[in-house]
């Protein structure tokens, strides 16, 4: 679909209060900014870099190097006609369909009655989103997650109701199914039925993406199976704006993965948002976000949380409670600095 975020604006250097307070510190004018707090002039002071050095495409874990080529692939190039949506779109659809760690799309690990149930988000810079959770047989939820964006007046579709909408929608609904790689995986968790999340260990990882293209337009994207053997009809926070994913313009945007309860109780996307728009740079954010995780969630030890942000000068930072967090900036892969190890 061609570039389908009108309220967006100009480019968000013209428009922003943040950089309008740039604009007068460099004058001089300091006192102008005062609202903004000591934490934006400190912000401030630093050399502003080059703007945008867009498109910019930033994914969750190892996978998001596919993703990211994907997504850059309709990106770049002469007459690009196509969005940071579109991209972020393209991006997780190669993850949905290639399932390589079991944790996204239908050859996903199921929960603990052996159903696979998915959830996915997008948003975009003006701050409209869609979202799905808990839907079954959807080979891609990122694609359901923003047909609920364009073409309803609702934000959040879940269960039955978001595979009828699917079926309205000529999205093709699959009878529910495992994979035997699943099925076997299942079959064996059922022995002991415990369930203990390991950190960095792929019972639980998700693409989540944030893209900037050329035009200055964000978005970002998320979708993933979960926990794998939660309890039938659990949720993360993937799916819940301003907690897996969240983006404002003319700030930036920022996008989770890990253990999604402690994320839900801190709003951790939104977190970092906030944090932008006070001031913090993508790296300042991402850490006081995972800090907050840390600070409300007991026994960090026992969870990972990796967090990523991005602006709209094309910066972007990552924070992860523990190591072993991967993420994809273009087209390399990265290891996240931690808060425990
Ligand atoms: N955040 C996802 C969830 O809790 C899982 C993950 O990213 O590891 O559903």
């Not at 879940?158 to 035997?180: D, N, W």
């Not at 954010?285 to 030890?301: G, L, S, T, W, Y």
Request: glycine share 10%; charged share 20%; net charge negative.
């Amino acid at each position: 679909m061609s570039q389908a975020e009108p309220h967006q604006g100009a480019h968000p250097h013209a428009t922003s209060r943040r950089n309008a307070c740039l604009a007068l510190l460099s004058a001089a004018t300091v006192g102008a900014c005062a609202s903004e707090g000591s934490h934006a002039r400190e912000a401030a002071a630093k050399p502003l870099p080059p703007l945008p050095r867009a498109p910019m495409v930033l994914s969750t874990w190892n996978h998001g190097l596919p993703a990211n080529l994907a997504a850059l692939e309709l990106l770049h190039g002469p007459g690009v006609t196509k969005s940071a949506l579109d991209a972020v779109e393209a991006g997780c659809r190669v993850v949905e369909l290639e399932c390589p760690d079991m944790t996204v799309g239908l050859g996903s690990r199921p929960d603990r009655d052996g159903r696979v149930t998915l959830d996915a988000a997008v948003m975009v810079g003006d701050g409209r989103g869609g979202c799905v959770a808990f839907v079954q047989g959807v080979k891609h939820p990122i694609s359901l997650a923003r047909l609920v964006m364009e073409r309803t007046p609702h934000v959040l579709l879940v269960g039955a109701g978001a595979e009828q909408f699917a079926r309205e929608c000529g999205v093709e609904v699959a009878l529910p199914t495992l994979t035997p790689a699943a099925e076997a995986q299942w079959r064996a968790w059922l022995t002991e039925k415990k369930y203990a999340p390991k950190i960095n260990i792929e019972n639980h990882d998700t693409i989540s993406m944030l893209a900037l293209d050329a035009q200055g337009v964000m978005a970002a994207g998320s979708t993933t199976s979960g926990l794998a053997y939660k309890m039938h009809g659990r949720v993360g926070d993937s799916p819940i704006l301003g907690a897996g994913i969240f983006v404002d313009a003319p700030i930036g945007g920022a996008i989770c993965t890990g253990l999604g309860e402690t994320v839900l109780r801190t709003l951790g996307a939104h977190l970092a948002v906030e944090a932008m728009r006070a001031g913090a740079t993508p790296q300042e954010a991402c850490e006081q976000a995972i800090d907050r995780v840390i600070a409300k969630n007991p026994h960090p030890e026992n969870y990972q949380v990796g967090m990523l942000a991005l602006d709209y000068h094309g910066l972007h930072g990552a924070c992860a409670v523990q190591s072993g967090f991967t993420f994809a900036l273009q087209t390399e892969l990265h290891e996240s600095p931690s808060r425990l190890r």
